[in-house]
């Protein structure tokens, strides 16, 4: 019977797993992202421990990566920011060690994969994940294909409306500041608010100000992309008032032109979470390492 | 042998052409969108009129419309702000009329189609079509397929920012007011100098500021879709000195961040005009009418 490992390559930590589906997990790893050579040799030692050996293994992974099969650096971490990191042929490695065959996308790609196959996007042909937590990320399927394009999309890194007057913190993010990455990441928040975004309570005025951001990028993404859902993911949402926030504001902001019931009455099942929560990303990895069988 | 007719169905004027690609149109019509009845009255007389019957028939509409071929309501223009067409059934009124299959798309849509077909955008699975003219629009194939998504999108609507104390324009949409459409549109060039965008020399302020809203909003296109090519239409692109102005700034905005040789080497044929110059819209109707043949 086939088996499958999956690999969520995080930045800050990778999770690995084996079995084939939510209700299946026969094995699970978590370890923090050191040195690709110690990392990746977790990962090995990892798979190569399983009583039963890996059908396929599929990885969601950091970036930017190049995810293009027909590449020769296919499965590579290109220009990442991660110190080491640069041009590691992530999937090459771990096919070689292995000797099984390698699916590779984004880390967001990937969770997208497993919310359409077992959760909160089952049977939606074109939607969003989109993770806020170190960083923001989102991927996409378009009309029944994961998106990809020139390179992969890259969507916590536009421009969103930053009222200086209200929110005088300029952004963290090294390449362009006050991205939507740079004023509502994690790390934004704690250096705004100077602790934690999880210590922060339901009425702290953090909240409305990270629905604002969020709310002004989903509107973009919705006049972009016209997903029939939107599935966020990631520690920062983890605040229970956070959702009902962020719908409230785009429907403002949509100002009713785009007018589907999906948005104008259904906006409740329209953002939503993750019905895998954290284990989206690398049980979408197995769906990933299913699909390439 | 196939024959084919496309209709660019316009807010401001209809074209109507018979033929199999831009090397062999028989007939071609142009008159102003007025009323439903007359307008679609002369859509008829027009196809009635040729000496040949047509194979099947391509609409790319105005909208908002409902494009898709599983709605009752296909092919109907809905929630538009055009007096007397709202919840006009376009394809059905052309279809009953002329016991022809019709199929039925965006304007810009099918501009994209038509430029995948015979244009700018040949053998390119993933790219943008943006019109800027009188309203802004972009149609998309991502990995292949037409994008519909939810509705369709909206591109033109996106925010971009708006720097008050330079550009005191408040802009002229009725949702949004300075949304991209709003501030970069034809008809906001005008009210904002006073004279028709065609009139406005090459070196005049007007140029540097409209390339800024649009590298803006391609800036954003680019890290949600990752096109593999954008195309631009429309009349406000007749002016030459601005294609050059939008690649210099995209690339600018950008900030090396998207590490793919067709920005950071090619961004002179990333960013292209339609190659079928202003019939993009009317073939791309005809392509629509042979994939549906």
Known sequence: MALFGGIEAGGTKFVCAVG??????????????????ETIGRVIEFFRSQPE???????????PTDPDPASPTYG??????????QNTPLRKLVADALGVPVAFDTDVNAAALGEYTW???????????LTVGTGIGGGAMVEGRMLHGLVHPEMGH???????????????????????????????LERR?????????????AWPLE?????????????????????IGGGVMHQPALFPLVRTRVKELLAGYVQS????????????????GDRAGVLGAIALAQGQR
């Open 53 to 63: 050996p890996m059908t396929a293994i599929g990885i969601g992974a950091f970036g």
């Open 119 to 129: 959760g909160a996007a089952r049977g939606i042909d074109t939607f969003i994940y």
């Open 193 to 205: 608010w100077g602790t934690r975004a999880e210590t922060l309570p339901p009425d702290h005025p």
């Open 261 to 276: 019931p999906a948005i104008l009455e259904g906006i409740d099942t329209y953002i939503v979470p993750p019905a895998l």
């Open 158 to 188: 536009i421009r969103v409306p930053h009222d200086w007057a209200v929110d005088p913190f300029p952004g963290f993010c090294p390449y362009h500041g006050d991205c939507l990455e740079g004023l509502a990441a994690g790390p934004a």
């Open 211 to 231: 629905a604002e951001y969020l709310a002004q990028a989903l509107v973009s993404y919705i006049l972009i992309l016209s997903p029939k859902r939107i599935v």
């Open 20 to 37: 084939t589906g939510p209700d299946d997990v026969r094995a699970v790893t978590r370890f923090p992202t050191t040195t690709p050579a």
């Open 76 to 85: 590579t971490i290109t220009s990442t920011p991660k110190p080491g990191w």
